[in-house]
């Protein structure tokens, strides 16, 4: 059964930080490209940042440009995100995806609120 968690939301002030994670079990992750999307009120899903399957590779929205951080662990079986100097409208339920061709998962998503 494949399974996508993340974890690490919450509510942080602007200028804060957060680490997301996302831990996959049922597939071959390692085989897999990973990746963050976000999804505000009203707002279509966004591609936040994407990691190839060993991590040699990323690509992250310009918002998220020098703010944001997407790294793996393959031994884990893991995806992170850092997210540092957060600002309000970084307000979202964020979502990890795992990619291997036409072949893809969602997770359940996590809530970040950035609010003062």
């Known amino acids: 059964q494949v399974q996508l968690v993340e974890s690490g939301g919450g509510l942080v002030q602007p200028g804060g930080s957060l680490r997301l994670s996302c831990l996959a079990s049922?597939?071959?992750?390692?085989?897999?490209?990973m990746s963050w999307y976000r999804q505000a009120p009203g707002k279509e899903r966004e591609l936040v940042a994407t990691?190839?399957?060993?991590?040699?590779?990323?690509v992250y929205a310009d918002s998220v440009k020098g703010r944001f951080t997407i790294s793996r662990d393959n031994a884990k079986n893991t995806v992170y995100l850092q997210m540092n100097s957060l600002k309000a409208e970084d307000t979202a339920v964020y979502y990890c995806?795992?990619?291997?061709?036409?072949?893809?998962?969602w997770g359940q998503g996590t809530q970040v609120t950035v609010s003062s």
């Open positions: 995806r795992a990619q291997w061709f036409v072949r893809g998962y």
């Open positions: 990691i190839t399957t060993a991590g040699a590779s990323t």
């Open positions: 049922g597939f071959p992750f390692s085989s897999y490209a």
